[in-house]
């Protein structure tokens, strides 16, 4: 799921570097494009994409899953759980948003969804406590995730099957729960529609 790296370098002293990989313009394509994501309206690419991108983020995950690499340090583990501060952090992030989004728009949303969003909030310190805090202190149930698994960031290949979907753009990469990069590309944009 790499894109193959001819050559690369990185000059700590001046910060310049370079990254030469292989050229796949012409046996990949990107499946939707950054503006179609965020349009909502063109933002599913075909079924045949979606499977790649589903099968490339499980063999992703699946080799890195409890990896001995979690124990050195080089990448960070879990950005929004590594620990109870970075948690608190989050769920007031969300809750500040939650907030602005019913003082903008209480007029019209549906109060069933009120009702429940309020109980997610009102159940995420037990559900950190009990299923979250035990993975990422004990370093188990992690795998290396891409951090923005949206449908922009694959390569898929022209031909369905005749070769790797690839991911680019890995500045967000960590050791976390695979499911975010599921959430991050399939509820993030894509309607029930």
């Known amino acids: 799921m790499l894109v193959p790296c001819y050559a690369a ?39 045949a994409d979606i499977e790649a991108i589903v099968d ?7 080799y890195w899953w409890d990896h001995p ?12 759980c590594r620990n109870a501060n970075r948690f608190d952090l989050y769920v007031q992030r969300r809750k500040t948003s939650w907030e602005s989004l019913i003082a903008a ?5 549906p109060d069933d969804l009120r009702v429940l969003y309020e109980q997610v909030f009102a159940g ?6 009990r299923y979250l805090e035990p993975r990422f202190r004990t370093k188990t ?6 951090g923005d698994a949206y449908f922009a960031n694959f390569l898929v290949p022209e031909w369905p099957a005749s070769s790797a979907t690839y991911l680019v753009d890995w500045q967000s990469a960590s050791f976390d729960i695979a499911t975010y990069d599921l959430v991050n590309f399939s509820a993030t944009f894509w309607t029930s529609e």
């Open 9 to 47: 370098a990185y000059d700590e002293q001046i910060g310049n570097s370079y990254l030469l990989l292989q050229d796949l313009s012409e046996t990949h394509h990107v499946p939707i494009t950054r503006e179609q994501q965020i349009s909502i309206v063109e933002a599913v690419p075909a079924r």
């Open 56 to 62: 490339a983020l499980a063999q992703l995950h699946a």
């Open 69 to 80: 690499l979690l124990e050195t340090g080089k990448l960070d583990i879990g950005y929004w």
């Open 105 to 109: 728009e209480a007029a019209w949303f």
């Open 124 to 129: 995420l310190r037990y559900h950190w406590l």
């Open 141 to 146: 149930n992690l795998t290396l995730t891409h």
